[in-house]
């Protein structure tokens, strides 16, 4: 894999990505045949119930997974065809993670937290410039003990940018959040893409969090069933559930 990628066209491609596991003779198809684009600065939420191949989606699309057939391309190079040291390469420069769970570590401050992935990334922020982005420039040496769920979250936000990814991947990062919460998170989300372009995809259950985005994916038993683009994006505070 180039280092360093350019950022030119696609951000991120899928082409024909299924996904089968078999179980015994049961064979269960997660992914069949999706085809997706994200574009450079571009806000995505893909929608579906639970077992229409988002996660599995998500997790291939950072190369956390790999598809039974199909490939993922970043900038044209097919991260699915590279080696064990390319694909880490890929994830830990280029691509920042969040999920339903914060993952922090008890004994670390926030500044730590996100530290740790600022000490192994080539080009990183200041962990304090990373938090106070989430506007957690206050809670900088508050463990996570001494903060809120929503917090934990932003927390673990500011650590996914802290390398400056050039794409950003939330599986759920709300579901674990009541309303009031969950908007302040969708806030901070909102402000990675727009003060630092970074090509961002959520996966939700939350219908309404599809109008913070500029495009709308619907999965479907394992395949896209269709796509909306927004006529306009909704400001994340303006929202409710």
Not at 48 to 53: D, R, V
Not at 175 to 186: E, P, Q
Not at 189 to 218: F, K, P, S
């Amino acid at each position: 894999m180039p280092d360093p990628l350019e950022i030119s066209g696609e951000s991120l491609r899928a082409e024909g990505l299924t996904k089968v596991y078999r179980t015994g003779e049961v064979e269960v198809r997660a992914l069949d045949g999706v085809d997706l684009e994200l574009f450079p600065g571009e806000l995505v939420v893909m929608l579906g119930p639970s077992g229409s191949g988002k996660s599995t989606l998500l997790n291939i699309l950072g190369g956390l997974d790999t598809p039974t057939s199909g490939a993922v391309f970043f900038n044209d190079t097919n991260i699915t065809a590279s080696d064990d040291v390319s694909l880490t390469l890929y994830r830990r420069e280029y691509v920042g993670f969040v999920f339903q769970f914060y993952n922090l570590i008890a004994s670390l401050t926030a500044r730590e937290n996100v530290a740790l992935v600022t000490e192994i990334a080539s080009d990183p922020m200041d962990p304090a410039e990373a938090l106070e982005i989430v506007a957690l420039g206050d809670r900088l040496d508050h463990f996570p003990a001494q903060l809120s769920g929503g917090e934990q979250q932003r927390v673990a936000i500011a650590r996914a940018i802290a390398k400056k990814p050039a794409i950003l991947l939330c599986d759920e990062p709300t579901g674990a959040l009541d309303s009031k919460t969950g908007i302040v998170v969708l806030e901070a989300l909102e402000t990675v893409n727009h003060e630092l372009g970074t090509t961002t995809a959520v996966i939700t259950h939350n219908t309404v969090t599809a109008q913070l985005a500029d495009r709308v994916v619907y999965l479907a038993d394992g395949r896209i069933a269709r796509q909306e683009r927004n006529a306009e994006r909704r400001a994340a505070r303006s929202l409710s559930w």
